[in-house]
């Protein structure tokens, strides 16, 4: 599985970015896809989750602001963050848990950076 994330850069304090996350390769079968976010001198979080089936989970430092979904006609996940604050500063990491012969197997993407400052 190979994961490429995509979409960060520099925005304003109140702004709006939307991160993508393109999934290839062995890509069948029950999966749980997330992103995670490491901020400088900090460890990576849990940012949010979602299901094959939609079912979704939030960070509480990210509920109401950001939103998680998926595309899996197109093998897609994107992350819609809306009023950004300066304490979102990180770089952003999209990753697939898949469920191969009752073994769970976690992918990483190579990360994107998201910057918030005026």
């Known amino acids: 599985v190979q994961l490429q994330a995509s979409g960060g850069g520099l925005v304003q304090p109140g702004g709006s970015l939307r991160l993508s996350c393109a999934a290839s390769?062995?890509?069948?079968?029950?999966?749980?896809m997330g992103w995670y976010r490491q901020a400088p001198g900090k460890e990576r979080e849990l940012v949010a989750t979602i299901t094959g089936g939609g079912s979704t989970n939030y960070a509480d430092s990210v509920k109401g602001r950001f939103t998680i979904s998926r595309d899996n006609t197109k093998n897609m996940m994107y992350l819609q963050m809306n009023s950004l604050k300066p304490e979102d500063t990180a770089v952003y990491y999209c990753k697939r848990s898949s469920l191969i012969r009752g073994q769970w197997y976690d992918y990483w993407g190579q990360g994107t950076l998201v910057t918030v400052s005026s």
């Open positions: 390769g062995s890509i069948f079968g029950a999966n749980v």
